[in-house]
């Protein structure tokens, strides 16, 4: 008796419900174990009870349910508002060192001289930088994105234009040589290679590659070669605990984050004495 040829609908049929139970067993498994074992296992870490742990495993609620999702209400960090437009950068360069002197003479001159030069460890020497440096840091006191006991309430009460007019003004002043020596200042050969030349095996840049004189850095740099001791290291503290964060990209945070605290000390000592 010759066989009988198998039906290949019946065939196709029987493979066709063979894969549809595959995947759906798959499918089952995933959605029992992903939604219903795991935030079991989970819901203890984030202090939830199971189905609530299962409606945010499954989406249907906010969050994770490994983790409790706190909400923040805490206030944004303040950052630099400054902004180099075209209008920014006309102002400064328009603006006459007259115009600030006035201003400077009746709001500025008892901390930071009349030329410039700061008479107090503790408060910044203005000659020898830049308009834009000084604007900047004005304007960061102005807007709250840096913070002082003595300047903030100052620069609050000055316009955008004042604050152009008393950056230009100090700006003028070329750094005066006081004496200190020169370039080859005695000192540690480890800080002075950093400063000059950084440290690589860090991520450290060389601090000459930024802030002294015709260095090229970003235009809000400041300088800081012959710079108040006692300030400059106040400032890299500052940076290393983030208590300061008016510093554009984080760059000098994560710099000073790097630094020890001999390594501070010693900075600071060398760029108060090296002068150009």
């Given at each position: 008796m010759a066989d009988?040829?198998?039906?290949?609908?019946?065939?196709?049929?029987?493979?066709?419900?063979?894969?549809?139970?595959?995947?759906?067993?798959?499918?089952?498994?995933?959605?029992?174990?992903?939604?219903?074992?795991?935030?079991?296992?989970?819901?203890?870490?984030?202090?939830?009870?199971?189905?609530?742990?299962i409606c945010r495993a499954a989406g249907i609620t906010e969050g994770s349910p490994a983790y409790r999702q706190t909400v923040s209400r805490a206030d944004a960090m303040p950052v630099s508002q400054v902004a180099w437009s075209p209008d920014v950068l006309s102002t400064l360069a328009r603006t006459k060192p007259q115009e600030g002197a006035q201003l400077a003479g009746a709001v500025c001159v008892s901390c930071h001289g009349e030329n410039g030069v700061s008479q107090t460890l503790e408060i910044p020497s203005l000659s020898g930088q830049s308009s834009a440096a000084i604007y900047k840091q004005l304007h960061d006191y102005r807007s709250g994105a840096r913070s002082n006991p003595q300047m903030s309430p100052v620069a609050a009460t000055l316009t955008v234009d004042q604050l152009a007019s008393v950056a230009v003004y100090y700006g003028r002043f070329a750094r005066e040589r006081t004496g200190l020596g020169g370039r080859d200042l005695p000192g540690e050969v480890e800080?002075?290679?950093?400063?000059?030349?950084?440290?690589?095996?860090?991520?450290?840049?060389?601090?000459?590659?930024?802030?002294?004189?015709?260095?090229?850095?970003?235009?809000?740099?400041?300088?800081i070669t012959g710079q108040n001791q006692a300030y400059l290291a106040a400032q890299l503290r500052a940076f290393k605990a983030g208590e300061r964060q008016n510093d554009v990209y984080r760059r000098m945070r994560a710099i000073a984050g790097k630094l020890d605290e001999h390594e501070i000390d010693e900075l600071a000592r060398y760029y108060r004495g090296v002068l150009f």
């Open positions: 009988v040829p198998t039906d290949p609908g019946k065939r196709d049929r029987r493979w066709r419900l063979m894969a549809t139970s595959a995947v759906g067993g798959f499918a089952l498994l995933g959605a029992t174990l992903g939604f219903l074992v795991l935030p079991q296992f989970q819901r203890a870490n984030a202090g939830l009870d199971l189905w609530t742990a800080i002075v290679e950093l400063a000059r030349e950084g440290d690589s095996s860090r991520q450290l840049p060389a601090c000459d590659s930024c802030h002294v004189p015709g260095a090229g850095g970003p235009i809000e740099t400041p300088v």
